[in-house]
T-cell receptor
Framework: AQSVSQHNHHVILSEAASLELGCNYSYGGTVNLFWYVQYPGQHLQLLLKYFSGDPLVKGIKGFEAEFIKSKFSFNLRKPSVQWSDTAEYFC?????????????FGKGTKLSVIP | DSGVTQTPKHLITATGQRVTLRCSPRSGDLSVYWYQQSLDQGLQFLIQ???????AKGNILERFSAQQFPDLHSELNLSSLELGDSALYFCASSPPSYNEQFFGPGTRLTVL
């Protein structure tokens, strides 16, 4: 079945460590890609999105993601995490031919940053 | 604050009952999406409305229905509730350009 896969369920890092969260999707064709973050007790917020153009996308709070079409991947990165980055991160895809901008989400990755 | 509001925040009910969840989109947004977030299924798209009309359907059970009213607020109706319906239900809205969805704070439904 077509899906979005996030490789890590829970990642624990110390402050200032670098972060990379994996995301792979199994849809063919042109897709729109997103990363959302959910801080504890809060709603989902958009970190960044990719529709077309430069495959390296910069988002808010120092996050970036790279779209690699040949690998069907859209990994999220941050060079130096802070305690305030503790949250759950969701990769999402707007599948091609969906007829709307509905999102298919990965299962999410919980990030815990230790001070 | 995304500008999307959802009520109630929490809902506790019994199996077999019916509940209504309400969502008000951001000003100017015509599309409303409903998602269900549960521990085992993750975040799943249920249904989308655009300017009062159903636009897309996802993994929505027949016991669930939704509508969008002329003032663009939307309601998700869940009936004959089962224990497995316990979840967080999110509403999102998007502007006519469609390029981003803004999520509400969610309604946590507990079915006992």
């Amino acid at each position: 079945a077509q899906s979005v896969s996030q490789h890590n369920h829970h990642v624990i890092l110390s402050e200032a460590a670098s972060l990379e969260l994996g995301c792979n999707y199994s849809y063919g064709g042109t897709v729109n890609l997103f990363w959302y973050v959910q801080y504890p007790g809060q709603h989902l917020q958009l970190l960044l999105k990719y529709f077309s153009g430069d495959p390296l996308v910069k988002g808010i709070k120092g996050f970036e993601a790279e779209f690699i079409k040949s690998k069907f991947s859209f990994n999220l990165r941050k060079p130096s995490v802070q305690w305030s980055d503790t949250a759950e991160y969701f990769c999402a895809v707007n599948p091609p031919g969906a007829g709307s901008y509905q999102l298919t989400f990965g299962k999410g990755t919980k990030l815990s940053v230790i001070p | 604050d995304s500008g999307v509001t959802q009520t109630p925040k929490h809902l506790i009910t019994a199996t077999g009952q019916r509940v209504t969840l309400r969502c008000s989109p951001r000003s100017g947004d015509l599309s409303v999406y409903w998602y269900q977030q549960s521990l085992d299924q993750g975040l799943q798209f249920l249904i989308q409305y655009y300017n009062g009309e159903e636009r897309a359907k996802g993994n929505i059970l027949e016991r669930f229905s939704a509508q969008q009213f002329p003032d663009l607020h939307s309601e998700l109706n869940l009936s004959s509730l089962e224990l497995g319906d316990s979840a967080l239900y999110f509403c999102a809205s998007s502007p006519p350009s469609y390029n981003e969805q803004f999520f509400g704070p969610g309604t946590r439904l507990t079915v006992l």
